[in-house]
């Protein structure tokens, strides 16, 4: 098993944010748009949950990683420099946040060049990308490596970072999972139905903690996605510090910029490659 | 950031009851008037959790606002009043608990001031307006501020009041949030379907006690919604009243009604200013 | 309020056991009778969890009450006997477990009657009665007092006991709640697609025991709903034996058939009446 | 109660993994092939998820079995030599992980021998079958007798091995239940929608070590279900070790092949022997 992707450390954490704002929910359905509170819930991410978080990474002296729906640096146009300007990364987002595998391939090779346009008028480079819902079609890493970014992730097939190879050029996966994802544990909202119970941020510190340990235990690659229109609250601000402030003491933990683990694992010659495909489907067996 | 709304404490808290009784049920459809289990279990909110609330509220000499539906107002006359008479606040609530964003405009207004009129009618004062299901519309703040309103509790935008600028008067927006509706933790009925697992007081108080030690970090407005049907339960009555002696014994929170929240936020120069505006959503782009 | 029908007693604790067996995934579809495995996660109820149940109680010296469909009695002829030789009560809980709300009034006869006829085959006398599902119609309690049962136990509108004026007979309430029902804890199932997360035993330990605590604060009846089909598995069976032995040390709590909660509720002159009848609906106000 | 199955015992562990790769999401439905994201979600467990349980459990030094579907074992073909070889038993889990009960008696039974054919190609000796989704039809314990398999692990009828009449020989019955499976607990999918909350593994730890003591109060066979593709991640498998060294610890647990646990109770003479039948349904009482 490679380490050099590790640069010594037990494990990397890459905090990394989902700067979604309304897109998620107008991607649900475009009469989200008439609902103002569900609006304003949304609002809030970048409004009041992303200043927030950016101090609090300054706070810590952590860097981080923030993915940006195209449509939302176009409709907040200094958002993407001021992630930019506190030293952390933006990546792309995808343009909609529709996801890849509710559209054609003309529409998601459209909806992602069109990100990077946004991206490239506001003069922000961009290294990495992650598909809209962590629902990346077989055409994406194709697209990613296409346009010469370094990194995807979108895909869970590993806890570590892996070559992937595409039609074109390798790239990296930096792979993500359900389960360090606030989405399931704080996400609530009537319209669309979204969510279920909402827990508290003691049991999602508790959640977060064990899988450190665990992937400190395995060498992993940590990969937190948290939104500020949820973790950018109140109370699970503070257990956001908490777990950055456990995992600091712990003392065996990198924190970096996915662009970073992106290109220590690009230059590890032993790390593992994967070259997925979709799976051949008798019709016979699975009918339906 | 404007503090003087806060008037010193490090958080304010507006504990809030919605007094939904029979409404948000009939909402889902008028047929379940005819489940008879189903009625008892809504009509338990005013019969039993309500006068168990203000006896606690009075042994804990904490004042509160209820947001009552019309509807409700008027089926039980002599309810508004009694919460009048232990110092509380009443406010509006809708008059049939739909949601706006279920409604044409025009129904919209007529529900608005039916609600109005059922207030007059029994001399309570209303200075505040909260949306049924917190599914404002992007007419409602326009309503709050046409019927010489001084607050809306309806939106997410922000955890602190904010001046919410409307196509007449500025209203002040005390706003809420899922994580602390009582509401996504106790709610359970099979018909209409609503909730999955119940959760026990103890996961609630710990929620709560989070949020709140949070929101004392960043000097915040804790607006606690607790439905009588559901938190007025034995077990949940004494996690409500744990909660409250928390707080004060925290001795930087401070308890109000919300029009007092409100009116020095009115007069607060520094607060912040929200003018939300519908986004512009491009068919192309979200097609659905 | 009234205190006689706790004879002294903090809190009453009707332990009471629905076994319904097939029937409540049979009342969902008929078709699940083609599903072995679900068939046999049903069947464990009256085949395993009840003995150890009945065990159960006979170590800790309580009474219990057990509601069982007729249908279910009919099916297990020795399965009511049984529960009777043990010296608990059992009670009517429907016959086919299809909810009253579903039916029409005369089918809700028919089956409310098609269950005392297997009872009375049987030689089981019968005090009491539980709606399927806890849907019970506005025709149910009329039907309890018509065939001169002595209570119910279907209905929400309370946490005591209450007189429940019917148009013939009163009747006495052992009111319910889910937040005392194992099923929304415990339950899990495909198809019918039942539950989500499934609970540990020591969280429903701990909101029994939290509700236990309000209902002796408060002077109530803890009436316990739990299936032998989901408490009668050996963890929760554990958990269950816990609980009552925490409300024995209690000291304070009076463990008793519903028979006899509603024997002492009936003959309480102060005993809180209540009339309760469908919401008049204005179908301009509830169009739908 | 017999007890020779136990062998001495406590309670018997059988440490089952069901190793369904992409199948059980192409039996929702044959489009989510196009699934690049999920389809790398299933890969995981064969391909990070195995290896790591198999270190796990040769560290621990227990034994287990592995459920295998016949398309994954075609797809990956050392992947059931390679559990063979590390001492560990592979069973029967359905060729394509569709449930029994949404098939035709013909189309089961084509499925059944299918994986057969594929284990006797890789010379996998097979002695037991557990349905896909613990769906089992009435038809499918008699394929397990047909094809000369010991036992079968699909139902639910007990907590103990029961000897299970089929038209033909009698087999062995390892009941499972829905509380000792991990995908209640840990799974989430957008598409197929699957899962709400996602625990952490500290309630799992939790709810398994309850259901143990109970199990070894009781007597009873812990029948485990694990899949590697979600209890294979680093924190839960960190939480799967914690379990074995919690019952190691005990000193009455039993840890065995599902293979070894049938034999024994094979020839226990006083195993209770259980003959299930699909309940007659009068369509006079479920009409639906």
């Known amino acids: 098993m490679s380490a050099n992707w590790r640069d010594g450390a037990a494990a990397v954490a890459t905090l990394t944010f989902d700067v979604d704002a309304e897109t998620p929910v107008l991607a ?36 981080a990683t923030f993915f940006v729906p195209g449509w939302v640096a176009e409709q907040r146009p200094g958002l993407a420099a001021s992630i930019v300007e506190r030293g952390h990364e933006v990546a792309h987002h ?15 090779r459209a909806d992602f060049e069109r990100a990077l346009e946004v991206f490239a008028r506001q003069g922000i480079e961009i290294a990495g990308h992650r598909a809209a819902l962590w629902e990346a ?11 010469g970014l370094l990194y995807d992730s979108s895909l869970m097939g590993d806890d570590r970072p892996y070559r992937l190879v595409t039609g074109s050029r390798d790239i990296v996966e ?22 279920s119970v909402i827990e508290s941020p003691g049991k999602v510190l508790e959640l977060w903690r064990a899988e450190l340990d665990g992937m400190r235990h395995y060498g992993c690659l940590f990969n937190l996605c948290v939104h500020p229109f949820l973790s950018g609250r109140p109370g699970r601000a503070l257990a ?3 777990f950055v402030e456990y ?9 970096a910029r996915c662009r970073e683990v992106a290109e ?11 070259r997925p495909s979709p799976p051949v489907v008798d019709p016979e067996v699975y009918p339906a």
Chains 1, 2, 3, 4 share one sequence.
């Open 28 to 63: 649900h359905g475009r009469e989200y748009a008439r609902h103002a509170s569900t609006m304003s819930h949304q609002a809030y991410g970048p409004e009041v949950g992303l200043p927030r978080i950016l101090d609090l990474l300054g706070e810590l002296g952590v860097p």
């Open 137 to 147: 079609s077989w055409q994406t890493a194709g697209l990613v490596a296409e346009h």
């Open 94 to 108: 995808s343009y909609s946040h529709r996801p890849p595998t509710s559209m054609t391939a003309k529409e998601e």
């Open 240 to 242: 956001l510090r908490r």
């Open 264 to 274: 220590l694992a690009a230059a590890d010659p032993d790390l593992t490659t994967r």
């Open 174 to 195: 930096l792979p993500v999972h359900w389960s360090l994802d606030d989405w399931e544990q704080y996400a609530y909202l009537p319209a669309p139905h979204v969510g």
């Open 247 to 255: 995992a600091l003491e712990c003392g065996d933990v990198r924190f």
